[in-house]
């Protein structure tokens, strides 16, 4: 398990994988996308060392104004987010889950199509997953795959072309 120290109020970021099509210069995180604390807490995320002793109990954040609608799979400790302007309206989340690739891509299309979500694009290779839902407001693009023992989720959030909402 990881080893993670921190401080209190700060979020800890123990990978940073970049998520396509988010922007760096704006309130959310820095120009190298490190995390900055808003004040919309998802997640726990609880580390413990070798032998299980808690290390750290912090709390991982969404990005200012991320679309309510759009679903998140459960269990995703966040490590990375960012968002763009207002006029822009990009968000993205990248993180974390235990459990195998296959499992959280089937749970999270059940989310998506569970949220009113209709399928654009599925592209399934193996382990791996990109996938596109609209809902008429927003496009959620997904792409979850492998990583150690767990899964790698990043989503990407921007409004729809239809233009319902």
Do not use: K
């Amino acid at each position: 398990m990881r080893h993670v120290t921190s401080t209190a109020a700060a979020v800890v970021v123990a990978v940073v994988v970049p998520v396509v099509g988010c922007g760096g210069d704006d309130a959310d995180s820095s120009s190298n996308g490190t995390p900055v604390a808003t004040t919309r807490p998802i997640i726990s995320i609880v580390e413990t060392d070798a032998d299980g002793t808690r290390v750290a109990d912090n709390v991982a954040e969404l990005p200012e104004g991320f679309p309510t609608s759009v679903p998140l799979p459960a269990g995703l400790a966040i490590t990375y987010r960012s968002s763009t302007s207002a006029s822009d309206q990009t968000w993205g989340v990248a993180g974390e889950i235990v459990g195998a690739p296959t499992d959280v891509i089937d749970e999270y299309v059940a989310q998506l199509e569970a949220a009113g979500f209709e399928q654009v694009v599925f592209d399934l290779d193996g382990d791996s997953a990109i996938m596109s839902y609209d809902d008429g407001v927003f496009v959620a693009t997904a792409a979850i795959g492998p990583l150690g023992d767990g899964s790698q989720f990043n989503l990407n959030v921007q409004p729809s072309a239809s233009g319902e909402g």
